[in-house]
């Protein structure tokens, strides 16, 4: 069993080392940090979707009923509603974590390299 061969590379090789590997480098940087700002945005979505889930247990505080009247409990407002801000909060966490998730999903997806 000897030792490998080590030839001396060509200027080819050199020149192929030189651009490809800084560039193998990069994807793997790339992968990574995409990945984790993929992940950052699915946190972000259920975090803003458990505080829109957990914003009417707020409804039977004492500022609430003297606002929407006495019948006011936790999940009832009373005389009160809801505004559009709090749908549209709702509707673009969820379209976050879809949106975060479908796209995590795609992301670590090797490019397709055609020959021209």
């Known amino acids: 069993m000897g030792l490998p061969n080590l030839a001396p590379l060509g200027r ?18 790339w992968h990574r940090s995409v990945l984790l700002s993929q992940l950052i945005c699915i946190v972000s979505g259920l975090l803003i979707g458990s505080g829109c889930a957990l914003y009417p247990l707020g409804w039977d505080s004492e500022e609430v009923r003297q606002t929407c009247g006495y019948i006011s409990g936790q999940f009832d407002l009373g005389k009160c509603e809801i505004g559009w801000a709090y749908y549209c909060t709702g509707a673009g966490a969820a379209a976050a974590m879809l949106l975060c998730t479908w796209l995590a999903c795609f992301s670590g997806k090797k ?4 020959p021209y």
């Open 111 to 114: 490019q397709k390299h055609y």
């Open 12 to 29: 080819e090789d050199e020149a192929f080392m030189l651009v490809h590997l800084p560039e193998s480098c990069r994807m793997q940087v």
